[in-house]
């Protein structure tokens, strides 16, 4: 069992920054998977970015590639989504998630474990 908690989010100008932080309980994080999805109103869960179990590894959307900058710390239980040159468009809830096993890594259906989600609204 694995609990998530973000936070991070709030009310930035275009152009700006935010760092979202995911803090996992237990001992295996390091066995996980860790991912980053975004769900604006009336929208599905979208795929942002994902990281590997080593940190190794990063994946992003085609829309934040280049902007964020996905990181864990396993000895820290924390994953970390680094986001610069915020726009509009990326107004939206931001998910954590944790998975054993992931094949694609961006589809939501992989993670067992969710958070509850840190608002990020970008004002223009």
């Known amino acids: 069992q694995v609990q998530l908690v973000e936070s991070g989010g709030g009310l930035v100008q275009a152009g700006g920054s935010l760092r979202l932080s995911c803090a996992a309980s237990g001992r295996t994080f390091s066995t996980y998977t860790m991912a980053w999805f975004r769900q604006a109103p009336g929208t599905e869960r979208e795929f942002v970015a994902a990281i590997s179990v080593s940190g190794s590894i990063p994946y992003y959307a085609d829309s934040v590639k280049g902007r964020f900058t996905i990181s864990r710390d396993n000895a820290k239980n924390t994953v970390y989504l680094q986001m610069n040159s915020l726009k509009p468009e990326d107004t939206a809830v931001y998910y954590c998630?944790?998975?054993?096993?992931?094949?694609?890594?961006?589809?939501?259906?992989?993670?067992?474990?969710w958070g509850q989600g840190t608002q990020v609204t970008v004002s223009s």
């Open positions: 998630g944790a998975a054993r096993y992931a094949s694609t890594r961006f589809r939501p259906n992989e993670y067992s474990y």
